[in-house]
């Protein structure tokens, strides 16, 4: 819609009172103006033909996307003038002496649907599926091999996107400056949780630094590909920054692209407009919605740590198998020679030769072993500390929600009642003009910070709503999880069950024919 010249502007006092209610019908219910993109809807039920809407439009002025009350009165009685058959000129209005035609659009209780239909739009629907969401980018973030084994002042990660083939260094203080700046500009979203830091001492080849490092590596790459596949972060230009940006510092860099835009209640084109879309139970669903996630988590975290002691026992029968092998290659080894008895009645020395060569088959047993344990490692416990990490995040941004936009709202609130208290005092006590009207002008900023707060409140619902259907988009990836884990040992019994299958008939040379079982009595 283009903005022409602003003849034909139309007096309020003119207009009869069936434009202000058409006005109240589809207004924005937060301020004064009309959505341009109501207007459109509104022209749609004229029945006029397209040339003439085109023209009804070009002369109407929707900067920003919206239409002034004036505005939309101007274009009501253009609309009157083509649906009675004359051209509909800014032209004809400048002249008119008697009240503006009324134009036929229908009982105006009826136009307010016009302004509930962004609802069942994309305005607060979320439009993905799990596979558009994984499909965003994938990141990986590994050590830089230069840095292993050396003593440590800091450890630096090579950050690499599929999305934007590049690869990047960074530090842990720089995941740090970039969740400090992404919560900054987006309260009201899941932001997820860094891994803790510590200060390292020693040297990397310590065990316990070693494994401390390899968890902090895998939850930092949870943490960006999580902040990569949000339908908002992905396109933000902090992610863009934080994982392009090849320069010394990427800190400031990040601060001050933060610093440019502010917060999303600022620069989001619907965050006064939130209450409009947020459906009547709101405080329900949220409720409702909160409750069923968190019983999810919990029962993932349980399904979690059995995971993780299965992969404890595969590396426990990683090294008992290997151990096995060990202790039968040693008796095989052993030299010691047999006293003549044992060597007439005795077939040790054949068994202690062959037990030797036994210890091969239990070697390759311990590895298929240690190879299930980094299966079930990679493949389930790792997809499922990510499904945590985001249902995790969910329940840090309804705590966000209730501790912080609620609190402040309710502080805001106490301290407007005191102003307004001291003011009626003041007022009964007749005490000096000046600061009778310095508190008048502080209630008038409290009330405008009330305001704020309230709009703020609203919007944080708007986007708690987002959230929790981005959460819902997510929970399919527990099929995955489960597939994950029943793929998983399917192949570490097949590759096993060979082994096994392989090494039986190697008995028949120990044990005769029955191959190991119990001889009969």
Same mark, same amino acid.
């Given at each position: +819609?283009?903005? =022409?010249?602003?003849?034909?502007?139309?007096?309020?006092?003119?207009?009869?009172?069936?434009? =202000?209610?058409?006005?109240?019908?589809?207004?924005? @219910?937060?301020?004064?103006?009309?959505?341009?993109?109501?207007?459109? =809807?509104?022209? $749609? @039920?004229?029945?006029?033909?397209?040339?003439?809407?085109?023209?009804?439009?070009?002369?109407?002025?929707?900067?920003?996307?919206?239409?002034? !009350?004036?505005?939309?009165?101007?274009?009501?009685?253009?609309? &009157?003038?083509?649906?009675?058959?004359?051209?509909?000129?800014p032209k004809l209005l400048e002249n008119f002496i008697q009240e503006l035609p009324k134009p036929q659009l229908g009982e105006p209780r009826e136009l307010s649907a016009l302004r509930m239909e962004p609802a069942q739009d994309n305005v607060l629907t979320i439009s993905q599926t799990l596979e558009k969401l994984l499909a965003k980018d994938t990141i990986q973030v590994e050590l830089i091999?230069?840095?292993?084994?050396?003593?440590?002042?800091?450890?630096?990660?090579?950050?690499?996107?599929?999305?934007?083939?590049?690869?990047?260094?960074?530090?842990?203080?720089?995941?740090?400056?970039?969740?400090?700046? $992404?919560?900054?500009?987006?309260?009201?979203?899941?932001?997820? /949780?860094?891994?803790?830091?510590?200060?390292?001492?020693?040297?990397?080849?310590?065990?316990?630094?070693?494994?401390?490092?390899?968890?902090?590596?895998? &939850?930092?790459?949870?943490?960006?590909?999580?902040?990569?596949?949000?339908?908002?972060? %992905?396109?933000?230009?902090?992610?863009?920054?934080?994982?392009?940006?090849?320069?010394?510092?990427?800190?400031?860099?990040?601060?001050?692209?933060?610093?440019?835009?502010?917060?999303?209640?600022?620069?989001?084109?619907?965050?006064?407009? /939130?209450?409009?879309?947020?459906?009547?139970?709101?405080?329900?669903?949220?409720?409702? %919605?909160?409750?069923?996630? !968190?019983?999810?988590?919990?029962?993932?975290?349980?399904? @979690?740590?059995?995971?993780?002691?299965?992969?404890?026992?595969?590396?426990?029968?990683?090294?008992?198998?290997?151990?096995?092998?060990?202790?039968?290659?040693?008796?095989?080894?052993?030299?010691?020679?047999?006293?003549?008895?044992?060597?007439?009645?005795?077939?040790?020395?054949?068994?202690?030769?062959?037990?030797?060569?036994?210890?091969?088959?239990?070697?390759?047993?311990?590895? !298929?072993?240690?190879?299930?344990?980094?299966?079930?490692?990679?493949?389930?416990? *790792?997809?499922?500390?990510?499904?945590?990490?985001?249902?995790?995040?969910?329940?840090?941004?309804?705590? =966000?929600?209730?501790?912080?936009? $609620?609190?402040?709202?309710?502080?805001?609130?106490?301290?407007?009642?005191?102003?307004?208290?001291?003011? +009626?005092?003041?007022?009964?006590?007749?005490?000096?003009?000046?600061?009778?009207?310095?508190?008048?002008?502080?209630?008038?900023?409290?009330?405008?910070?009330?305001?704020?707060?309230?709009?703020?409140?609203?919007?944080?619902?708007?986007?708690?709503?987002? *959230?929790?259907?981005?959460?819902?988009?997510?929970?399919?990836?527990?099929?995955?999880?489960?597939?994950?884990?029943?793929?998983?040992?399917?192949?570490?019994?097949?590759?096993?069950?060979?082994?096994?299958?392989?090494?039986?008939?190697?008995?028949?040379?120990?044990?005769?024919?029955?191959?190991?079982?119990?001889?009969?009595?």
């Open positions: +819609m283009t903005v =022409r010249a602003m003849a034909g502007e139309v007096n309020e006092g003119s207009v009869p009172a069936y434009y =202000r209610e058409v006005y109240e019908a589809i207004r924005c @219910r937060t301020d004064e103006k009309v959505q341009a993109e109501v207007f459109q =809807r509104l022209l $749609l @039920r004229t029945d006029l033909s397209k040339a003439a809407l085109s023209q009804i439009a070009e002369h109407v002025d929707s900067t920003d996307g919206f239409l002034t !009350k004036l505005s939309l009165y101007k274009a009501l009685a253009l609309i &009157a003038l083509a649906q009675q058959g004359k051209n509909p000129s091999p230069e840095k292993k084994g050396l003593f440590l002042k800091h450890v630096e990660y090579q950050v690499t996107s599929q999305r934007y083939k590049i690869s990047v260094y960074r530090r842990y203080s720089d995941f740090d400056v970039f969740h400090e700046v $992404l919560l900054q500009k987006f309260a009201y979203r899941v932001v997820p /949780a860094l891994p803790p830091k510590r200060m390292l001492k020693g040297v990397l080849t310590s065990v316990s630094e070693r494994e401390f490092i390899e968890g902090r590596r895998r &939850a930092l790459g949870r943490f960006i590909n999580l902040v990569a596949r949000h339908p908002l972060f %992905s396109e933000d230009e902090l992610v863009k920054t934080f994982l392009t940006f090849s320069g010394s510092d990427v800190q400031t860099r990040l601060r001050d692209t933060c610093k440019k835009t502010g917060d999303e209640f600022m620069i989001n084109r619907i965050a006064t407009q /939130a209450k409009e879309y947020l459906p009547a139970d709101i405080q329900a669903q949220f409720s409702t %919605s909160r409750e069923l996630i !968190k019983n999810i988590h919990n029962s993932f975290q349980r399904l @979690r740590d059995r995971a993780e002691k299965m992969v404890e026992r595969s590396k426990e029968n990683a090294t008992d198998l290997l151990q096995f092998g060990r202790e039968l290659s040693a008796l095989g080894s052993d030299a010691s020679a047999l006293p003549s008895l044992a060597s007439s009645q005795s077939s040790w020395g054949t068994l202690r030769q062959s037990f030797k060569s036994l210890s091969v088959e239990f070697a390759v047993l311990s590895d !298929k072993a240690t190879q299930q344990g980094r299966r079930e490692e990679d493949d389930v416990v *790792e997809k499922l500390n990510f499904f945590l990490d985001l249902l995790q995040s969910y329940r840090d941004l309804c705590e =966000r929600h209730e501790k912080g936009v $609620l609190h402040e709202h309710q502080r805001v609130l106490h301290k407007y009642g005191m102003m307004k208290r001291q003011m +009626m005092s003041a007022t009964v006590q007749s005490k000096e003009q000046a600061s009778v009207e310095q508190l008048e002008s502080r209630i008038v900023q409290q009330e405008s910070a009330i305001q704020t707060m309230e709009l703020r409140n609203y919007f944080s619902l708007f986007c708690l709503h987002q *959230e929790t259907q981005l959460i819902f988009t997510y929970l399919p990836i527990t099929s995955h999880i489960l597939g994950a884990f029943v793929n998983s040992h399917v192949q570490g019994h097949r590759e096993m069950g060979e082994v096994w299958n392989e090494l039986q008939p190697k008995l028949g040379c120990l044990f005769g024919s029955n191959n190991g079982l119990k001889p009969p009595i």
